[in-house]
C-alpha cells in the first residue's frame, strides 16, 4: 500500500497491524513498570542492547506509536514525545547549547519560547544572539564560535514572520550548527523542514497535532542520532514524558489531521482575503496573502496551503479589546490549532507584561489580534467576524 499522501499517512501514521491482535486503534498502555523474563532478558533491555520497554518515563508502547506517527509526517528518522511543547523545545535546545555557548534565535516568537531563552541567559550563562528571522542570511552573520544552535519559528507566533529554511539550513550546514525548527503552525500537512534540510522538528501537540484543545503535548522529529542524544539527555533527565492516555489523544487526533489542516487552510486564506479588503483593518499577517514580506519564500516552502493562522492589527489597545468583546461564534481564548475558532487580543494578554516599546520591538501592535481560524462552516465565521468589525467604536 503506498502512503505517500499525507492524507492516507496520517489515517495509519505509527500503527502496525500486525501488532496489538490487529487493533486499528492503538490501546491505551497504562503501565509504568515492565517485567523481564530472565537476567539476561532484565539486562539487555534494560541497558537498551535489546528493545523493549522497562520503566515508563523512559519508554511506553503507546508513546512509541505516537513518536513512529510523527517520524512518519514529518519524514523524519525518529520521534519523540513530550508532556508539552516547551518540554520538547527545551529538550532539544539544552541537549545542543551548554553553558558558555550560544544559539540564534528570532527576535519575535512564541513568548515562552522567548521566556526560557531569557532564562537560559540569565541562569545558566546560555547566550541567545535575536536575529530579525525574516532575513535569513541574519542567522549565519550573527553566527559566533560558540554558536551551537540555529533556533527558527516559521511561521512566527504571533506575527506570522517567514523564514528561509533551506537558507538557514545551508548556512548552519556550512558552520556545523544544528538546526531545530518549531513547525506547530505549518505543521507537517503544509511544511516539511527536514525535507529542506533542517535538523530537528519542534511541535506543539496541544494545537493542531491534537487538533480538539483537549490536551498538552510535545513532539520532536529528526535525524536518529539527534533524536537518541535527545531521548538521552532532555527527555530521560529532566522527564517531560507525556502520559500514555494523552499519547493516544494525540493519535486520535493524528488520523483526522490532514482533513482538518485542509479545511484550516481554505477558511484561513478567504478569511485573510477579507480581513485585507476591509478599511477598518490596518494590517493583515497572513502569509498566503501577496501583500507578507515573504510571502515568495511562503510560497516555495509551504504546500498546499499557508496554515490556519492570521494575525490583524485594529490599531488601538481600544479597538482590540473592543473586538474580542464583541465576537460570538469566536471563542476569546489563549491557545490554537483547536477545530474552533478562537480570537486573542495579544497586547491584554500574551505580551501584557511587556511595554509598549517591548512590544514594538517584537512587531506587535497594541491593535493585534491572533485568529486561529476553526474548521466551522466559512460563512458562518465570516458574519461574527463582521458583526465584531461592525461593533467597534471608531
Ligand atoms: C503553544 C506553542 C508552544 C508551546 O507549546 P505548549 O504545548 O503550550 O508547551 C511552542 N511554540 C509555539 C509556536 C506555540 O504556539
Redesign the pocket.
Known amino acids: 500500500m503506498s502512503k505517500t499522501s499525507i492524507f492516507t499517512k496520517a489515517v495509519h501514521a505509527g500503527l502496525d497491524s500486525t501488532e496489538n491482535h490487529g487493533s486499528l486503534s492503538m490501546p491505551v498502555y497504562n503501565a509504568s513498570v515492565y517485567a523481564f523474563a530472565n537476567a539476561d532478558e532484565a539486562a539487555e533491555i534494560h541497558n537498551e542492547i535489546k528493545p523493549g520497554f522497562y520503566y515508563g518515563r523512559i519508554g511506553n508502547p503507546t508513546t512509541a506509536a505516537l513518536e513512529k506517527a510523527i517520524a512518519e509526517l514529518e519524514n523524519a528518522g525518529e520521534g519523540l514525545a513530550f508532556a ?6 527545551s529538550a532539544a535546545i539544552l541537549t545542543n547549547v551548554k553553558t558558555g555557548e550560544s544559539l540564534v534565535a528570532p527576535r519575535s ?2 513568548s ?2 522567548q521566556h526560557l531563552l531569557s532564562f537560559l541567559r540569565s541562569e545558566f550563562r546560555v547566550e541567545t544572539i535575536f536575529v530579525d528571522a525574516a532575513d535569513a542570511s541574519a542567522y549565519e552573520a550573527a553566527a559566533k564560535n560558540n554558536t551551537k544552535l540555529f533556533l527558527i ?1 516559521t511561521p ?2 504571533p506575527i506570522l514572520q517567514i523564514t528561509d529554511l533551506a537558507a538557514v539550513a545551508d548556512s548552519a550546514k556550512r558552520l556545523g550548527i544544528v538546526t531545530l525548527a ?1 513547525n ?2 505549518a505543521t507537517p500537512f503544509n511544511q516539511r523542514p527536514l525535507d529542506l534540510g533542517i535538523d530537528i522538528v ?6 493542531y497535532i491534537g487538533g480538539h484543545s483537549d490536551l ?3 513532539l520532536l522529529a529528526g535525524r536518529a542520532d539527534l533524536m537518541e542524544a535527545a531521548r538521552q539527555k532532555g527527555a530521560r533527565l529532566f522527564g517531560g514524558n507525556i502520559a500514555p492516555q494523552v499519547a493516544w489523544l494525540a493519535l486520535r487526533g493524528i488520523r483526522t489531521f490532514a482533513l482538518r489542516m485542509e479545511r484550516h487552510n481554505s477558511n484561513a486564506y478567504a478569511l485573510a482575503n477579507m480581513l485585507e479588503s476591509d478599511g477598518r483593518v490596518k494590517k493583515v499577517y497572513y502569509p498566503g496573502l501577496a501583500s507578507h514580506q515573504n510571502h515568495e519564500i511562503a510560497k516555495r516552502q509551504m504546500s498546499p496551503g499557508f496554515g490556519g493562522m492570521i494575525s490583524f492589527d485594529l490599531g488601538t489597545l481600544e479597538r482590540g479589546r473592543s473586538f474580542v468583546n464583541s465576537v460570538k461564534l469566536c471563542a476569546l481564548a489563549t ?3 483547536g477545530v474552533e475558532s478562537i480570537v486573542q487580543h495579544s497586547a491584554s494578554m500574551t505580551h501584557a507584561t511587556l511595554s509598549p516599546e517591548e512590544r514594538k520591538a517584537a512587531g506587535i501592535g497594541d491593535g493585534l489580534i491572533r485568529f486561529s481560524v476553526g474548521v466551522e462552516d466559512l460563512e458562518d465565521i465570516r458574519s461574527d467576524i463582521r458583526s465584531a468589525l461592525d461593533a467597534i467604536e471608531p
Open positions: 508539552s511543547g516547551m518540554a520538547a523545545i516568537g512564541y515562552t519560547t519559528e512566527s507566533n518549531d506547530t503552525f519542534a511541535h506543539s501537540a496541544t494545537k498538552t503535548a510535545g491557545s490554537l490549532g
